[in-house]
């Protein structure tokens, strides 16, 4: 069978193995040209915290070894009081059982490499899914070239299409279309925004072996270690307190106020805080994920079927496992697709508890850990 996946970001690439596994010819239709030979967008680096539910995925094809050697080990989180103070609270009394930190970017590109290694997957990069007949199974897509000349591609008779298309994503714009697809998408009146801690004196400026967390009630930073010994931080605050920093002074003397000990150690502070995006936190709820007509059947997997806020770190995790249960429904049905795609509708209910608790972890991780620490009198410094 032919299956026509549209986008090659984490979870697109990862079910093009799986599927390369089966024996079917995958072709993935990816918007953006090769991130291989590109670098990251400025200021969207994004680093995950990948865990047991997306390592056990990547496992299963023999893909941990490399991606855990490009990521870093985060054994529990450090809390940062507004003085400065830290504490450290294990995830596990085994210190083996950490998250692990990598570079959303790099991660996409081990998985790429991965998928065009083997046998019957092929990428086509610079393609843009514009449209979709399901009557005719026919897709439409601008193409750009490397040198920006563009134009239009149509691919008919496609029998599966997946779409791993994003949060944002053009399948499910048109399955929402058809009757009886239900919908909802919540912002939160939160943005995030990426700051930076470089490496000092060649060395990590902080623990590198922890997430970072400055709970400050109704916002919050976080940070996570690269292998460059820079730490990635990310901001999840309101968008009336992101744009009340509007000159430089304001920035320097709000983070001198409430992220004092991060303030010392961002020397590009107000470069990076003006000059970086306002990323948006949206939660993607939709049914059914997958519809069939005589010419073809079209699936949901990823953020285009459960688009979550990253709290819980579990966004790409539960994509991965879609990979998983999708492989295990295809075994239960044969590797007839309308029907694995029918019965992988059974996640639905368990990504729908992860978007919640996702959610409720936002208001753990910005307040209640930090009061539990610093103003219960529970401070445990870190050695
Ligand atoms: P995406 O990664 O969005 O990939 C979609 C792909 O489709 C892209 O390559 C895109 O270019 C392509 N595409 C889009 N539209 C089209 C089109 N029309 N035609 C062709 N191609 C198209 N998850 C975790 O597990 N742990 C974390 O710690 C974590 N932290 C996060 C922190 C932040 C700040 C954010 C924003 C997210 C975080 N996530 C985390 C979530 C994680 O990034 C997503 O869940 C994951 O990237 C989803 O993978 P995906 O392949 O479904 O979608």
Not at 115 to 121: F, I, K, M, S, Y
Not at 158 to 179: E, F, K, M, T
Not at 187 to 205: M, N, Q, V
Request: with cysteine; proline share 5%; charged share 25%.
């Amino acid at each position: 069978m032919e299956v026509t996946i549209v986008g090659a970001g984490l979870v697109g690439c990862l079910l093009a193995c799986f599927l390369a596994r089966r024996g079917h010819r995958v072709v993935l239709y990816e918007r953006r040209h090769d991130p291989r030979e590109r670098g990251a967008d400025r200021g969207r680096s994004i680093n995950l915290a990948i865990s047991e539910r997306g390592i056990d995925a990547l496992r299963r094809l023999g893909l941990d070894g490399r991606v855990l050697d490009a990521a870093l080990p985060m054994a529990g989180r450090m809390m940062h009081s507004p003085g400065g103070a830290l504490a450290f609270q294990p995830y596990s009394a085994d210190r083996a059982q950490a998250i692990n930190s990598i570079s959303r970017a790099e991660l996409n590109r081990e998985l790429l490499t991965a998928a065009t290694a083997l046998h019957g997957v092929e990428v086509r990069f610079g393609h843009r899914l514009t449209g979709v007949d399901e009557r005719a199974g026919r897709l439409a897509f601008e193409s750009t070239a490397p040198d920006g000349t563009s134009g239009a591609v149509t691919v008919d008779k496609a029998q599966v299409v997946i779409g791993a298309d994003g949060a944002y994503s053009a399948v499910r714009a048109r399955l929402q279309q058809l009757p009886g697809m239900n919908f909802s998408q919540d912002y939160l009146d939160y943005g995030y925004k990426e700051l930076s801690i470089p490496a000092r004196h060649g060395e990590f400026a902080m623990d590198p072996g922890a997430l970072h967390i400055w709970p400050r009630g109704r916002s919050m930073m976080i940070a996570l270690p690269n292998p460059d010994r820079s730490f990635t931080c990310t901001l999840f605050w309101p968008h009336d307190t992101l744009a009340a920093l509007d000159t430089p002074g304001k920035i320097r003397a709000y983070f001198a106020e409430h992220y004092q000990d991060a303030f010392e150690l961002m020397p590009d502070l107000v470069g990076a805080f003006q000059g970086n995006p306002v990323g948006q936190l949206v939660t993607v709820r939709c049914s059914p994920w997958h519809v069939t007509t005589e010419a073809t059947t079209i699936g949901l997997v990823g953020d285009a079927a459960h688009a979550i806020v990253p709290f819980y770190g579990q966004g790409a995790n539960c994509g991965f496992e879609d990979c998983v249960e999708l492989d295990r429904y295809l075994d239960e049905a044969g590797d007839d697709f309308p029907r694995a795609l029918e019965l992988f509708e059974r996640r639905k209910t368990d990504t729908d508890v992860i978007a919640r608790l996702a959610l409720e972890n936002f208001v753990e991780m910005r307040d209640r850990v930090g009061s539990r620490m610093f103003l219960a009198g529970k401070r445990v410094e870190h050695a």
